[in-house]
């Protein structure tokens, strides 16, 4: 199924791609900061109509993002022939991704990245942390090629084996048709127990598609970050433990260490880019290639 077959209602259902991630920090506040009554009323009111694009955005997330599905994207994105840029480049093309949102309480994408960014760097962390703050969404550049917005973001989660009740909104599970495939419906499917993630395809969006766009460059921390950053149901859950092996567990460690800065670095002051860029600029020297196919 190519994206063209899509209207564009059903492309994009969310009016901006942070939708998604403002109602992730609803289902997941900050724990140092007490719950307000208008968060909790937020996220349980479903007539609020923010709530309502964001289920369906996961409606329509859970019923395409098949095995198939991802292979064909796989296919489709991993030989990276749509663009050649340098990485500062790369990031000033996804800050062309503008949405119909507030443009005075919203951050634009190189916004949220340096202040993540910022935040890893306050707390002293080693520069390729630092680093992979700046970069993790990078791959939402996938957008600019017309891409769906439930294939670019959205909670990732394994394909070609039972989805878990874990996951959020799983009745909308039951219009997957992998759901009704004996071959990806049992609790391993196509894995075995404990195989390792490498072995397992997760639903396609930014995270593979940047860390397929950086495993040869970054310690293998940071790519763990890149690549399982929006699998709440694991790092949050922990739904998917018996398809982990001790190498996971452990690099798991880090993916819930970086989580906290995607989540709550958010402030609404922005960062002075041009006052940060030399630094950014020698980190990307630093680690990254002088270009990269998109
Ligand atoms: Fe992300
Ligand atoms: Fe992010």
Redesign the pocket.
Known sequence: MSANTFSNEELNPLQSIEQWEDDVLLRYPEPAVPETAKSKEEYRNYDNPGRDTVREFYRLNHHHQTYDFVQQKKKEFLSFSRKETPVWGAMEFLNTLVDDSDPDIELDQLQHLLQTAEAIRADGHPDWFVLTGFI??MG?VLCLFGEPQWAV?GDTFPVGCQFSDKIVYPEFFADNPDAKDERYNTKYGIYSPNCGLNQVDLSWG??EYLYQMMKDYLPEPALYMIRY??FYAQHREEAYDHLMNDHDREMFDWVRKFNPY?LYSKSPKPPVISELKPYYESLIAKYLPDTIRL
């Open positions: 993790h969404d939402k973001v930014h995270d950053h929006s995607d």
